[in-house]
């Protein structure tokens, strides 16, 4: 089963921080780059972060500095740390691999940071 699970959003305030997690099946997991996506209301999906098998990472220049991705390899999951919250970063996030093509989008995981 190709799965994508999004999980840690929620209500942030401004300056705070949240944590997302990605569960992926181990067929997108496995050799791929893992990429953070975000889509705000009437904006188009854009790239937030990515990471590597090897681990070398990339950022937005809108999060770099604030944001972390890191992944476990033993449990398939890829993360985003995220600190010092503003309120352009709300939108719902999304994980997947460095398209195109992309898997099937999950269901994302809402975040809205309060000023």
């Known amino acids: 089963q190709v799965r994508l699970v999004e999980s840690g959003g929620g209500l942030g305030q401004a300056g705070g921080s949240l944590r997302l997690s990605c569960a992926a099946s181990p067929l997108i997991f496995g050799r791929n780059a893992m990429v953070w996506y975000r889509q705000a209301p009437g904006n188009q999906r854009e790239f937030v972060a990515s990471i590597v098998a090897d681990g070398s990472t990339r950022y937005a220049d809108s999060v770099k500095g604030r944001f972390t991705i890191s992944r476990d390899d033993a449990w398939k999951t890829v993360y985003l740390q995220m600190n010092s919250l503003k309120p352009e970063d709300t939108a719902v996030y999304y994980c997947?691999?460095?398209?195109?093509?992309?898997?099937?989008w999950g269901q994302g995981t809402q975040v809205t940071v309060s000023s």
């Open positions: 997947n691999i460095d398209g195109p093509p992309f898997y099937s």
